[in-house]
């Protein structure tokens, strides 16, 4: 049972606009939350993440989004650019997970010039 | 400052042989993780070490897979005898404090 649920698997933005890629969970005892992005051949690396003491953190042209009552969070991408293309991985821990992190499966971005 | 390192990058191996990854961490990084992830599926959790110590082993498949970090810093994983399901991609990372993991660049495992 996937306890991390990524259920776009690509998405594809114009060049400047915003990629927006969503994330649901279903384990309440989560209490903190990672993005991930991972190029082909290379292993993940740390993009964002966010407590779930809050609703919102921002870092330059990344922003995350927590809703805890809806089990949803979100990254937003402002402006999109054709080197923000990858594979972006949503990951929780806490709750019993004594540190380990619980993946979803990923979203393919494509940026388009 | 070196990130995580992964020997070897790629390991083609027959059915019922031994294999065995190495994982370097951050140095300084008391923790260390192994991950997997098999074709299509989600990146899944294997163990965690604590410098020497294994904190949670729970997510390793079966007895044929052995980890060690012996003087907490660098580790292996040896996987004795390997099985076709055993393919994918290994990957280490390691932590300061526990939440933020930094990964390595994997070690992909092809299992012939």
């Known amino acids: 049972d996937q306890q991390v649920k990524q259920n776009s698997p690509s998405l594809s933005v114009q060049e400047g606009r915003i990629s927006i890629l969503n994330c649901d969970y279903t384990?309440?005892?989560?209490?903190?939350f990672l993005w991930y992005k991972k190029y082909p051949a290379e292993g993940p690396t740390f993009l964002i993440s966010?407590?779930?003491?809050?609703d919102k953190n921002e870092d330059g042209r990344f922003t995350v989004f927590l809703n805890k009552s809806a089990k949803h969070l979100s990254l937003h991408i402002v402006p999109s650019q054709p080197g923000d293309s990858a594979v972006y991985f949503c990951?929780?821990?806490?709750?019993?997970?004594?540190?380990?992190?619980?993946f979803g499966k990923g979203t393919k971005l494509s940026v388009k010039p | 400052e070196a990130g995580v390192t992964q020997f070897p990058s790629h390991s083609v191996i027959e059915k019922g042989q031994t294999v065995t990854l190495r994982c370097d961490p951050i140095?300084?990084?008391?923790?260390l993780y192994w991950y997997r992830r098999v074709m299509g599926k989600e990146i899944k959790f294997l163990l965690h070490?604590?410098?020497?110590?294994?904190?949670?082993e729970s997510g390793m498949p079966n007895n044929r897979f052995l980890a060690e970090r012996t003087g907490g810093t660098y580790s292996t994983l040896k996987v004795q005898p390997a099985e076709l399901e055993d393919s994918g991609v290994y990957f280490c990372?390691?932590?300061?404090?526990?939440?933020?993991?930094?990964f390595g660049a994997g070690t992909r495992l092809s299992v012939l």
């Open positions: 990372a390691s932590s300061l404090t526990g939440n933020i993991q930094y």
């Open positions: 384990n309440s005892m989560f209490d903190y």
């Open positions: 966010i407590s779930s003491i809050k």
């Open positions: 990951a929780a821990t806490g709750g019993g997970s004594q540190g380990n992190l619980i």
């Open positions: 140095s300084g990084h008391d923790n």
């Open positions: 070490f604590v410098k020497e110590s294994k904190q949670d």
